[in-house]
């Protein structure tokens, strides 16, 4: 008690916590977050039991989502690895929205949540609202009410036309969602009136459009014929969902609707595939420096201290490619270490910065972090800012497999001529295109059977994996038709890969 | 202003509707696995819940993927030995890691593993239930669980701490100092021994005599040192909640063990008496169960050996309803008892038997019991046994017989018998 009296500000040090307790801390990780500039939405916090943490991951993390059994299954598999102790439930789950959502889980200290807050609330909040890709492709504002009207959506089309349809379609929906993204134009705003008002509206206008393409009257096969070697769609298109929901020739309007939620959906997690590294390492930075500095202003217990720098060094641990426990580079470790590093780099830099990065080395740091958390993605920021001195001490070093070599080949390690060649591959690395295989819809067969034939354009001559066969099922149910999957190689020569051959008119409807 | 909303009061199961979606879905895999399931069981043991596992290759969401083959580069971290240019050997397959494409190995490699899961035990009862084709009342009914008592059980090694037995406790405790401390506490003392022998010979300030005092002290020091109660000692008073039906009942289980009576046949039977146990469940605080079973004789053993052993032979029913009368005689003829009997047989018996078997049930057996179910799991014409036995339907209510192929049919040898308590 002497203690708290002679510090009027401390912060409580129990390990249980408390309302009272969060709100303290909340406060002063507030008032720091804001003196270093963060940028931020409003945080709302929620207290939420380990059970309803376990719900919130089965439904990818939203508050509100549509019903479907594969939620369901991810919620048996965390709730078994959770139950047999195998592994601990996330520390948090962060909801890009506004007001930004964060949940702190009931079991924890009261040192974890002050960490929770400060990564969570404030580090990938600002990253929220700061990032471009987010800013491009998210609203914010109108993610839960969407959701919300998509899950009463789907509800009343179970209710009219059966759980299964609906169930074989989201399926369906499922399995194209990697590629149901736009990855360069930038979708409407959404909000929950105007979706509601212009929902039957659009309805209508697609069938028409729908209806008009595959009008197959006399006449105008005379004027087809001359220019029977057009393909449609003129230019290949990548968003297979989207391609679907405005040509599918036999889906009903409610179906089109729901192709369209899963795509909205999809390309709301979009930016966050996309930013894994900088993103995590952004917030642990940030709950770094934020915890620290209220260290520095003696606000902080030194038990609070060790409990929370043992929490964090677990979470930046790199274990090497040769530990058992080895499963790729930690995204955490990796952005965590680059963000340290750019400070670094920017406030005593070496001869070696000064080469690499003039630009950078010796300017204000927190200028820096802000044009960089806003310009980049993984990809960009890995080849931007990874420094020469990061990779030693990762011991970075690129292996490459090929099929045709008997053996695996080192190609470079962390010296002089590797660095610009690791750096580079390691940024392809966490390219979502080539992560990602590469197909697009080519061409529909219009006057023909009305077939569509996709290309998949190998990245590197890999080939696609065998669950492909099922997709193309997934995809021959949407469109009702023939589906055809090609192999474009580079050469410009093509090969059919895959066919799903339907007869009947109307299939699984 | 930050906003601190306390959910934890809030709806728990919002994932509940998607687990149903789930187990819908299912639906087939899940209720071969209750099958498994419940051949593994005894058939006192239908009250709790399982766990079921489905190959996870079924549950698959497919997505467009990179398989194996082509080119990749990666970066590793944690370089000890590597300079560029270096090659390395290519690991098996299996082991996943390594060089060859990381992530993709091991996706495959689950691919094959079983997707294990709980279900609780009203999901259980369900499937059961379904397989049995049960009336949605009656499946209400059997599944509810009406009155609880609790009641100790003994001691556990965990509980909430109000549940302390304090003597248990402290009895552990003494025990665990006492082993723990008598290598020490028998050095003690020897030296104490040593100690009054050197001080009475050699003086109490020499040299010895000090250095096995600062001994001595070490050794209390040691002793001192092991915890006077630790965790593992605490002893709780174990309370376990236990159904509170009503009175007593004994259920006898006849079965036909001749050769012709195959795993399948047994299968069937088993459910047929699982359902009459469960229902004896709800309603009898205390069941005894008898299994007899027999060919040319009949003998009364335990379970185990009532399913799962096979013998050849002729068959001679009779034997067994002449064990049954005799026990009843022998152990509950009181009039404590409910008694129950439930006969399985694919209806082949001697034919002289036949009769015998028709009087026995008819005038020893039958004015004992509640109810008696008969069925013969038989895909062809009733034998002598069943035209037998019918002779005895008019004249005695308690009295069921049924002729099944699979346990859907099993039912109606019960439905009089759940009529009259669903009401």
């Known amino acids: ?509 | 202003m930050v906003r601190i909303i306390d959910r934890r009061f809030d709806s728990k199961n919002k994932s509940a509707v998607n687990r149903q979606r789930f187990l819908r879905r299912f639906r087939k895999q899940i209720r071969r696995a209750v099958g498994e399931a419940i051949a593994g069981r005894s058939i006192r043991d239908l009250d709790h819940g399982e766990k079921i596992s489905i190959p996870a290759r079924d549950l698959n969401e497919p997505q467009f993927d990179h398989g194996r083959g082509g080119i990749w580069e990666k970066v590793f971290a944690g370089n000890d030995q590597f300079k560029a240019g270096d090659s390395i050997a290519r690991r098996p397959p299996s082991d996943g890691g390594g060089g060859s494409g990381g992530g993709q190995a091991s996706n495959e490699g689950e691919g094959e593993d079983d997707f294990a899961f709980q279900l609780s035990r009203e999901e259980f009862l369900d499937v059961f239930f379904e397989d049995l084709a049960l009336p949605n009342l009656v499946r209400t009914q059997l599944a509810r669980i009406t009155d609880f008592k609790s009641q100790r059980a003994g001691f556990s090694t965990d509980g909430s701490p109000s549940n302390i037995n304090i003597v248990r406790s402290m009895r552990s405790a003494l025990g665990r100092r006492l082993a723990l401390g008598s290598p020490f506490s028998s050095r003690l003392r020897d030296l104490q021994a040593e100690l009054e022998e050197k001080t009475a010979t050699l003086g109490e300030d020499h040299d010895e005599v000090r250095a096995l005092r600062e001994e001595i002290a070490r050794v209390r020091a040691k002793i001192e040192a092991i915890p006077f109660i630790d965790s593992f000692d605490l002893r709780y008073n174990n309370r376990i909640v236990v159904p509170k039906p009503i009175t007593q009942a004994v259920m006898f289980c006849l079965m036909d063990v001749s050769g012709s009576m195959d795993e399948q046949k047994k299968a069937t039977a088993k459910r047929f008496f699982m359902l009459l146990y469960l229902f004896l469940t709800r309603n009898y605080e205390h069941i005894d169960v008898v299994f007899i079973r027999h060919h040319t004789k009949a003998r009364e053993v335990d379970e185990e050996d009532f399913f799962h052993s096979r013998e050849s032979g002729g068959t001679v029913v009779s034997s067994a309803l002449t064990m049954m009368r005799d026990i009843i005689h022998e152990r509950y003829a009181g009039g404590g008892w409910n008694i129950y009997g439930a006969q399985a047989s694919d209806g082949d018996n001697w034919d002289n038997d036949s009769p015998v078997c028709r009087e026995l049930l008819g005038e020893h057996i039958l004015p004992w019991c509640r109810h008696f179910a008969y069925i013969e799991i038989t895909p062809g014409e009733p034998q002598n046994l069943w035209r037998e036995y019918e002779k005895l339907l008019p004249a005695h209510p308690n009295f069921a017989m049924q002729n099944i192929e699979d346990p859907s049919q099993i039912y109606p040898v019960f439905r009089e018998l759940f009529r009259k308590t669903v009401v």
């Open chain 1, 1 to 509: 008690m002497n203690q708290v009296e002679s510090t009027p500000r401390a912060l409580p040090e129990t390990s249980e916590w408390s309302f009272e307790a969060i709100d303290r801390y909340h406060e002063e990780i507030a008032r720091v977050a804001n003196r270093y500039g963060l940028d931020t939405y409003p945080v709302q916090i929620e207290l939420i039991t380990s059970e309803q943490m376990m719900d919130a991951y089965a439904s990818v993390g939203m508050p509100v989502n549509y019903h479907h059994w594969s939620f369901g299954k991810h919620f048996l598999a965390t709730e078994r690895g959770y139950r047999r102790g195998q592994m601990g439930l996330a520390y948090e789950i962060v909801i890009n929205s506004n007001p930004c959502i964060a949940y702190l889980m009931e079991e924890n200290t009261l040192t974890m949540q002050a960490l929770v807050i400060a990564h969570a609330a404030y580090g990938h909040n600002s990253f929220f609202k700061g990032n471009y890709l987010f800013q491009q492709w998210t609203n914010a504002d109108a993610i839960i009410d969407y959701l919300l009207f998509a899950r009463n959506y789907i509800a009343s089309c179970e209710e009219r036309y059966g759980e299964e349809a609906v169930e074989l379609l989201l399926d369906s929906c499922h399995a194209l969602m990697n590629l149901g993204v736009d990855r360069y134009r930038r979708p409407q705003k959404l909000s929950l009136a105007k979706e509601k008002m212009r929902q039957r509206e659009r309805e209508e206008y697609l069938q028409s459009q729908v209806n008009e393409l595959w009008r197959t009257l006399p006449h105008h096969e005379h004027r087809h014929d001359r220019d029977a070697q057009t393909r449609f769609p003129s230019e290949p298109e990548e968003n297979l969902l989207y391609f679907i929901e405005k040509h599918a020739p036999l889906l009903e309007p409610w179906q089109r609707e729901i192709v369209r939620i899963v795509r909205k959906v999809a390309q709301y997690f979009f930016p966050q595939r996309q930013t894994q590294v900088m993103n995590e390492g952004w917030a642990t930075f940030w709950h770094y420096t934020i915890i620290n500095t209220l260290y520095d202003e003696s606000l902080l217990s030194d038990s609070f201290m060790l409990e929370f720098l043992q929490h964090h060094t677990n979470v930046v641990y790199q274990p090497p490619y040769n530990a058992r426990w080895y499963s790729g580079i930690n995204p955490y470790a990796l952005g965590f270490a680059m963000w340290q590093d750019i400070k670094r780099i920017c406030e005593a830099p070496t001869d070696e910065d000064r080469y690499w990065f003039p630009d950078i080395a010796g300017t204000d740091w927190q200028d820096t972090f802000d044009f960089a958390m806003r310009s980049f993605k993984d990809e960009s920021f890995i080849a931007q800012y990874l420094s020469p001195k990061l990779m030693r001490e990762f011991g970075f070093f690129s292996v490459i497999d090929d099929e045709t070599m008997p053996k695996l080949g080192v190609t470079a390690i962390h010296d002089e001529s590797g660095y610009r060649k690791i750096r580079e591959t390691l940024s392809e690395q966490y390219n979502l295109a080539s992560r990602e295989p590469n197909i697009q819809v080519w061409n529909v067969d219009l006057r023909g059977d009305r077939s569509i034939t996709l290309r998949h354009q190998p990245y590197r001559g890999r080939p696609l994996a065998e669950s492909s066969n099922e997709v193309m099922k997934h995809f021959a149910r949407l469109w009702g038709f023939t589906v055809r999957l090609e192999r474009f190689d580079d050469d410009g020569s093509s090969e059919l890969l895959l066919e799903t051959r339907i007869e009947k008119r109307r299939a699984d409807t």
